[in-house]
C-alpha cells in the first residue's frame, strides 16, 4: 500500500503488527548459500544435537531480513530507512517457527537537514508463543509537511 505520511503525522505510542511467516529449513539453506554463514548451528542437525538448544537455529540475519521485510506493507513515499540500532536476538528461531512483528512509535525529532525529521520505531519480533525473539530500532528520516523545496 502507498502512502503519504508526513512526520508530522506520526504520533508517538502507535502501533501496528504484521502478518505472520514461517521459517522453513528451504529459508535457511538459501541465507546461508547467499551469505557464505555455513556454521553447524544452522546447517548441521546432528551436531546441534549435542548443543544446548538441540536443534539448528535461523541465521540471526535471516530473522533480522524477513521481520523487517514483514514491516514493509507500507510504502511511505515520503520517507526512508536512516538505519537500524540496538539489535538484539533474544531468543533463537527454529524451523517451523512462526513470526510476526509488532512496530511501535517511540519518538520523534528534527533532523539536521531542514525539511526533515526523524521518527523512531521499537521492532519486537515474536515467535508463535507471543516470546521476544529478536527486538530493534527502525529509524526512518521522514519529510515534513509544509517544507518548501527549493
Given at each position: 500500500?502507498?502512502?503519504?505520511?508526513y512526520f508530522?503525522?506520526?504520533?508517538?505510542?502507535?502501533t501496528r503488527?504484521?502478518?505472520?511467516?514461517?521459517?522453513?529449513?528451504?529459508?535457511?539453506?538459501?541465507?546461508?548459500?547467499?551469505?557464505?554463514?555455513?556454521?553447524?548451528?544452522?546447517?548441521?542437525?546432528?551436531?546441534?544435537?549435542?548443543?544446548?538448544?538441540?536443534?539448528?537455529?535461523?541465521?540471526?540475519?535471516?530473522?533480522?531480513?524477513?521481520?523487517?521485510?514483514?514491516?514493509?506493507?507500507h510504502i511511505?513515499?515520503?520517507?526512508?530507512?536512516?538505519?537500524?540500532?540496538?539489535?538484539?536476538?533474544?531468543?533463537?528461531?527454529?524451523?517451523?517457527?512462526?513470526?510476526?512483528?509488532?512496530?511501535?512509535?517511540?519518538?520523534?525529532?528534527?533532523?539536521?537537514?531542514?525539511?526533515?525529521?526523524?521518527?523512531?520505531?521499537?521492532?519486537?519480533?515474536?515467535?508463535?508463543?507471543?516470546?521476544?525473539?529478536?527486538?530493534?530500532?527502525?529509524?526512518?528520516?521522514?519529510?515534513?509537511?509544509?517544507?518548501?523545496?527549493?
Open positions: 500500500m502507498w502512502v503519504k505520511k508530522e503525522e506520526f504520533e508517538i505510542g502507535h503488527q504484521t502478518t505472520g511467516r514461517t521459517i522453513t529449513e528451504t529459508d535457511i539453506v538459501i541465507h546461508a548459500g547467499q551469505t557464505g554463514d555455513f556454521f553447524p548451528h544452522h546447517m548441521d542437525e546432528e551436531w546441534c544435537k549435542t548443543q544446548p538448544f538441540g536443534k539448528r537455529i535461523a541465521h540471526g540475519t535471516l530473522v533480522f531480513s524477513i521481520a523487517i521485510g514483514l514491516t514493509a506493507d511511505n513515499e515520503v520517507s526512508m530507512t536512516y538505519g537500524y540500532e540496538r539489535l538484539r536476538f533474544t531468543r533463537p528461531v527454529f524451523i517451523g517457527d512462526t513470526i510476526r512483528v509488532e512496530v511501535t512509535i517511540k519518538s520523534v525529532a528534527d533532523h539536521k537537514k531542514p525539511g526533515y525529521g526523524l521518527v523512531f520505531e521499537a521492532i519486537e519480533t515474536y515467535n508463535q508463543h507471543r516470546e521476544v525473539v529478536m527486538v530493534c530500532e527502525h529509524i526512518s528520516m521522514v519529510e515534513k509537511k509544509n517544507f518548501i523545496k527549493a
